[in-house]
Structure formats: C-alpha cells, structure tokens
C-alpha cells in the first residue's frame, strides 16, 4: 500500500516537473554535452544544459530533450562543456591613451574561454568600474571582472595610479576611498611600501572585510601576513622565501642593507633562498597556509616567458595582431631589462624557477588555493590575455598537477577566493552558465583547451564564427 502512494507521489511530482518545464521556455538548451566535472575530475556524459540568462536552470539526460523549450539550442554532439575560465591575475593599464586599447583586450578574452578576470590593480580605474558595470550588464561583450582598483604601495611606487600610504591614518583614508568604488579586493604592491604600513593595511582592510592580495616587502615574512588574514600571494617569490631555513637572517641581511648604497632586495636574496630551501619547512609552512585558506597564484607562464625573452623571437607571434600598438609600445621595458641580465643570471633563474613550480603540487596537494594567473596586460611583453592563460594551465599540469587540478585552478578556485563558489565553479542547476564547449577531453589531454567550439558568456552563445568575429573588429 505504502509503496502505491509513494509511486504515485513520485508520478504527480514528475508531471508537475514536466509542467513546469514544458510551460517554461529557456533561452539556450545545449544537449548531448559531455559534460567536466573540474571538481571530481570526471566527465558526466549525455547531459543537457537548459539555460536562462546567465543561470543554468536545469541538468538532465540529453534523452529528456523533448520537455525543453527554448529560444536557441545547441546540439554539443558529445563535444565537452566546461565552467568557463577565470583569469585570476592581469591588469588593465597604461595610461589615458591606452583606454580604448584595454577595452579592446576583451575579445581576446572570452575567444579563448576566459569568462572571469580579476583585475590587479591599475591607473584607469573608473573605466574598469564602468566596464565592469557594462559587462555585468550584459552590454559589453568581455569577461566577468573582479578588481582592485588602484594598488596600494609606498610613495613613489612604481605603477601609475596606486595609492601611497606610509601612516595608519594613510592605509585608513587609502580603504575608505577603494570602498567607497566598490573594489573587489585589496592589491598590495612592494616597490616602495614599508613593512609596517604593508602589516597595518592587511590588519585594517581585515577588519573591514576586505579580500588582500599581493606582492611583498621582503622584510615582511609570509607567515606573518597570512597570520594577520592575508588571503593570497601573488607569484612564488614570497612563498619562496619562505621555504628557506636562513629565512630569518636572510631578512635581517635585506632589512640591514635597504638604506646603504647596494640594497640586496628582492633578486639579490634569491641565490642564499635558493641555496637554503628546507623542503620539511616548505611542507609546514603549506600545511598552515591550508588552514588559513590562503591563495597562491604561480604565474609560471610570464616568468617563464620573460626569463625567455632574451633567445626568443617575437616579432612574428600571430596574437600581435590583437594587440593595439599603444600596448606593443609598454613591452619595450621588460625586453630591456631581460637583455641586461647576463647568461648566468638566467641560467640560475631557470634553475629557480624549476625549483619553484615543483612546490606547486605540494601546495596543491597540502590545500593552498592555487589559482591560475597569467599576469597579462600592458607592459607585461608577449603575454597575451586569453592564450596566456591557456599557457598558464599547460604549464601547472607540467609542474605535476593533473588536468583536472589545473582546471579547476582556473575556475571553481578563483571562485573560491571570493567566497563566490556557490554560483562559480561548476556546471549544475542554480550556477553560472559562463561555459567554455571544447572539441576534445581536456582532462584526458590539456591541450584541448585551445581547440575551443564555442563560448557561452553572460548568457550568451558565442559561436566559432561569432568568436572570430569579435577578433577581426580588433585586428590591426
Ligand atoms: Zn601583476
């Protein structure tokens, strides 16, 4: 008897199901998708993606396409769906001049996937805030933005547009203005800010609330910050630091030297940290980062790109052609500054950086939050938004992590350091639709990451052609 009424709940509750979803119309179903599980590193097969906005309403077997209506479908036909990509590190920058050519890297973006970028810090703020408006608004075709707004660093830093702040009443009235446009996180520069005032900004911007992020001053110690509630760290070098067993006294050399004639600084260090890295105090020190949650972002592709530039030839690299010559023109900094470093300085830097992208599975493995970053955007030479993070993703499966682990770098963990992953991170009924359709398994090999078929970004379906579209407008 009991089992009666249970199968005819179950009939009744199916056809208001069916009802339901019959009566409603969504805007794009895509079926037959094979569906990346970033998370678990599975693939779930034969799904259908019943779309409305930029929310996936439904999940259901492809076999059930029948009840699904909607204003546009997409048969996948078994090619593999996955969360769109996060851009966990690049700038919008270089100057006035250079606004309409910022704007102009967001094709370039979601050709390659990218869906969501967390803006480091810049000097054109108030048109990051309004493109961020627009994109969220679905008027501007580019990627989701999360920014920091101007960085925050000692006076005279080196980056246009950042705040500088020595006192405490200086980090106070630096955290009122970022709040008062609504950034998304703090960003932290070290070309110039005292140890004292980088400490006070992360203990005030905690307080308010407020994600930190950022570089370092090498007379602070990592352990320190993320004991203050420092969410993440940008690039290995502080992180490194922090694996040496001299690190005390290595600071205290750096510390002592900063005002004389030669300052040791951070590059000078390098050599005694590498020399000294301790793997069972590396291991510690991952195991309380994981606990605190933070975040590392590895950029392994801009260093391995800029220690490269010397015996590279990157005149005829295709994507220059998307790049607006006003960006072309910052590159000319970092080409000049890699030609000074003599053969065995980049030898020693290659070593280091060996060294350095071989902790990355241990972090993973310990639970840092890793996150992909490619650090692009003006200035920083050859590093081309969209294919650079492409190259990120290439290069933490190369350091060890599987496919899956490097995926979910570039999606569900960008989201996690927001503490958006309720919505981020994974295709399933309630979250964001911002999906990226490959042709190939990205799990089984990474490099199908470039063969992309299509973008859905806020909603909305980018096709091949459409993707090609957006980047003939940009060409020059
Ligand atoms: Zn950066």
């Not at 996936?56 to 996948?76: F, G």
């Not at 996060?86 to 270089?94: K, Y």
């Not at 250079?98 to 996937?113: D, R, S």
């Not at 967390?118 to 999360?146: H, Y």
Request: proline share 4%.
């Amino acid at each position: 008897m009991k089992r009666i009424v249970l199968a005819c709940l179950a009939l009744v509750i199916a056809q208001l199901v069916y009802a339901q979803n019959s009566a409603k119309k969504f805007s794009l179903v895509i079926t037959n998708a094979n569906v990346v599980d970033v998370i678990n590193g599975k693939i779930i097969k034969n799904q259908l993606l019943a779309i409305s906005g930029d929310t996936i309403k439904a999940v259901d077997d492809t076999k059930m396409a029948a009840k699904y209506k909607a204003d546009r479908y997409l048969d996948a036909m078994g090619k593999y769906v996955m969360p769109g990509l996060w851009d966990m590190h690049i700038h919008l920058r270089g100057g006035d001049s250079a606004i309409g050519a910022n704007k102009n890297l967001f094709p370039l973006f979601l050709a390659y996937g990218v869906t969501t970028v967390r803006e480091c810090g810049g000097d054109m703020t108030p048109s990051v805030m309004t493109w961020r408006k627009q994109v969220a608004n679905g008027e501007l075709a580019g990627p989701r933005i999360f920014t920091a707004g101007p960085k925050l660093d000692g006076p005279g830093g080196t980056w246009a547009g950042s705040i500088p702040v020595v006192t405490p009443e200086q980090v106070t009235a630096a955290l009122d203005s970022l709040q008062k446009i609504h950034v998304d996180f703090v960003k932290i520069y070290d070309s110039k800010i005292s140890g004292d005032a980088y400490l006070e900004i992360i203990r005030q911007a905690k307080k308010r609330g407020m994600k930190v992020t950022g570089h370092m001053p090498f007379t602070v110690e990592l352990k320190e910050a993320a004991s203050l509630g420092m969410d993440g760290s940008e690039h290995l070098y502080y992180v490194f630091k922090a694996c040496s067993s001299k690190e005390d006294s290595i600071t205290e050399e750096i510390r002592k030297s900063e005002h004389t004639a030669h300052p040791i600084g951070l590059f000078g260090a390098l050599p005694s940290l590498f020399n000294t890295f301790d793997s069972v105090k590396a291991a510690q020190l991952f195991k309380y980062l994981a606990q605190k949650n933070f975040s590392i972002t590895p950029t392994l592709f801009i260093s391995k790109t800029l220690s490269g530039i010397k015996e590279t030839d990157h005149t005829n690299d295709s994507l220059l052609a998307y790049i607006d010559p006003r960006i072309q023109a910052t590159y000319a900094g970092r080409v000049r500054g890699a030609r000074r470093q003599s053969d065995e300085q980049t030898r020693f830097t290659q070593r280091y950086q060996a060294l350095c992208a071989s902790l990355v599975p241990k972090m993973y493995a310990a639970g840092v939050n890793i996150v992909a970053g490619s650090d692009c955007g003006a200035s920083n030479s050859y590093v081309y938004p969209g294919s650079s993070i492409h190259e990120e993703i290439k290069l933490l499966v190369a350091s060890g992590l599987t496919p899956a682990q490097s995926l979910k770098t570039a999606t569900a963990n960008g989201s996690k350091f927001f503490g958006v992953e309720s919505f981020f991170g994974s295709l399933q009924k309630g979250k964001c639709s911002d999906m990226v359709i490959l042709d190939q398994n990205p799990i089984a090999d990474i490099n199908a990451i470039d063969q992309i078929s299509s973008v859905v970004s806020h909603g909305k379906l980018y096709s091949k052609s459409d993707l090609n579209a957006l980047l003939a407008a940009i060409k020059h």
